[in-house]
């Protein structure tokens, strides 16, 4: 078992930062591709961006591209989410998923890619 837990949601206005944190428990974290996901009220859960178990590959969905940036320290078993230039649509909660995988570079981007899930936290946007 992995256990996942995020940090760091919270409200800001548009144009606003805010860096989302994962701590990860349970299992060796650099088995495992780290992924974020959100989902809005009335949507469903979409990708936001992945990061492979070394670090050295990331995959971003097109909407989030050159604004949000992962990176991992699997030292302190933690992702970071930097999210900068925020705007309204960001808003939605957000998860946190770990992945297993045998590759150091392959990411990972779909729900059922995922094998272990955060509860979430929630980003705010206001215009």
């Known amino acids: 078992q992995v256990q996942l837990v995020e940090s760091g949601g919270g409200l800001v206005q548009a144009g606003g930062s805010l860096r989302l944190s994962c701590a990860a428990s349970?299992?060796?974290?650099?088995?495992?591709?780290m992924g974020w996901f959100r989902q809005a009220p009335g949507k469903e859960r979409e990708f936001v961006a992945a990061?492979?178990?070394?670090?050295?590959?990331?995959y971003y969905a097109d909407s989030v591209k050159g604004r949000f940036t992962l990176s991992r320290a699997n030292a302190a078993n933690t992702v970071y989410l930097q999210m900068n230039s925020l705007k309204p649509e960001d808003t939605a909660i957000y998860y946190c998923a770990a992945g297993l995988s045998t590759s150091l570079f392959r990411v990972l981007t779909g729900t059922k890619d995922y094998e272990y899930w955060g509860q979430g936290t929630q980003v705010t946007v206001s215009s």
């Open positions: 349970g299992r060796t974290f650099s088995d495992y591709v």
């Open positions: 990061i492979s178990r070394s670090g050295g590959s990331t």
